[in-house]
């Protein structure tokens, strides 16, 4: 497979209920960089990061200036298997890359790669998905008022369990709780993310009261930097609880010292945050050699390639303790793969119904188009006028 050309998509689109967090207010569309890695043999591979200032500080003008850097030794390269994939997308780390970069690079060379193979994903990456996936529901932070509007219009799922996101306001948490609970069941698990919102005082304030209301999964209770406090945290509760890392954990080596400093008992992986598949698996080996158990997480707004990847990833780590994401046709507008990968109302996703014969998904160019923000960016051209610019 012979790499030719490489287009990188600003891509928005609208959500279909406001989603907010307590590190990101009122967010009204999705927004993804889409990358295209055209082939000699006529393929055009697709790639998906989520670039988020307030996670791994990217965005849309990083992951351009990423691509920028290793243009050059994109155009024009043979790639002869999935292995000189991984050690590429290495090198180009090293050279620094960031991960939403890494992530984008290599979705779109693993869709080109598996789409000229004319073979599934999961074969080329030995990945064997659990036949049905139970997918959580995600439910932004809002106030009581607007969860009590967005409840009715959403009654018609029967999901296993939900992740609310909360802010520091305990009351108004409890009752979100209630109600929650009120419209999908009294036994309906649900997790708590924090997207570190706390501070430690207040975090060993809540923690117990929302432990009385059945809360057993508190995901980035601190800021992402505060790993002594998130101890504390886990020394107190983490016997009973799960405390888990989101924020904090964005790389091999920061897993590394949450796990040397028994910062916390579970990991949250996002393939977008942690680089790609390849990487995102590494994390997961590292967390289960020494018995951190490992979910599957999501940024709002993620396409189907995406979910695809994720659906991947979970099927070449085996046991991850819950699944986020698929929300597709849900949350967006319009999803960019036809058909889109999105969870059934109870939550429930048949993987081999869903994972395309080959690559991530059958790109709708309609839906693409619009949604790509203008001008689409074309990483050798950006090059060349660079190049262009210095000479004069
Ligand atoms: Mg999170």
């Known amino acids: 497979m012979k790499i ?3 287009n990188l998509r600003e891509v928005k689109i609208p959500l279909r209920f406001q989603f907010s967090q307590s590190n990101n207010a009122g967010a009204l569309h999705s927004h993804s960089a889409i990358l295209e890695v055209h082939t000699a ?6 790639g998906e990061s989520c670039p988020r200032t307030y996670v791994t500080g990217e965005d849309i003008a990083a992951v351009q200036k990423g691509l920028q850097l290793v243009s050059p030794e994109i155009k024009g390269a043979s790639i002869h298997s999935i292995e000189e994939v991984e050690d590429r997308l290495m090198q180009w780390e090293k050279k620094g890359i960031g991960p939403s970069v890494r992530c984008a690079l290599e979705l779109a060379f693993l869709d080109a790669w598996s789409k000229t193979q004319e073979k ?6 030995g ?9 959580s529901l995600i439910l932004p932070l809002l106030r009581p008022a607007s969860l009590e509007q967005l409840l009715p219009k959403i009654r018609h799922f029967s999901p296993p369990s939900v992740k609310l996101k909360v802010d520091a306001k305990l009351e108004e948490t409890v009752n979100k709780i209630h109600l929650i609970r009120s419209f999908f069941g009294q036994e309906l698990p649900i997790r708590v993310d924090v997207n570190g919102g706390w501070a430690l005082q207040q975090a060993e304030k809540i923690i117990p009261r929302l432990i009385e209301q059945g809360i057993t999964s508190f995901e980035q209770p601190l800021p992402a930097g505060q790993r002594e406090g998130l101890a504390v945290l886990s020394q107190r509760f983490g016997k009973d609880v799960r405390i888990m890392a989101d924020e904090s954990l964005l790389s091999l080596e920061q897993a590394k010292r ?5 910062c916390v008992n579970h990991f949250n992986l996002k393939l977008s945050k942690l680089g790609g598949i390849f990487s995102s698996l590494k994390v997961y080996q590292l967390a289960h050699e020494h018995g951190i158990p490992c979910q599957l997480g999501a940024h709002f707004g993620e396409t189907s390639l995406l979910t695809a990847a994720g659906i991947l990833l979970g099927g070449m780590a085996g046991d991850l303790t819950a699944y986020e ?14 058909p889109s990968i999105t969870m059934g109302l109870d939550g ?10 080959a690559g991530l998904g059958f790109i709708d160019e309609a839906a693409l188009q619009q949604y790509t923000q203008a001008p689409a960016i074309n990483a050798s051209q950006i090059l060349s006028s660079l190049k262009s610019n210095i000479k004069r």
Do not use: W
């Open 348 to 357: 429930r996703l048949d993987t081999q119904e869903n994972l395309p014969k």
């Open 127 to 135: 990945s064997k998905p659990p036949e049905v996936i139970s997918y």
């Open 258 to 262: 949450l796990i040397e400093n028994g």
């Open 4 to 6: 030719t050309q490489l």
């Open 325 to 338: 994401g698929a929300m597709g046709a849900f949350l967006l507008e319009k999803d960019i793969t036809a």
């Open 41 to 46: 043999e006529g393929i055009i591979g697709y």
């Open 120 to 125: 599934p994903l999961a074969d080329i990456l």
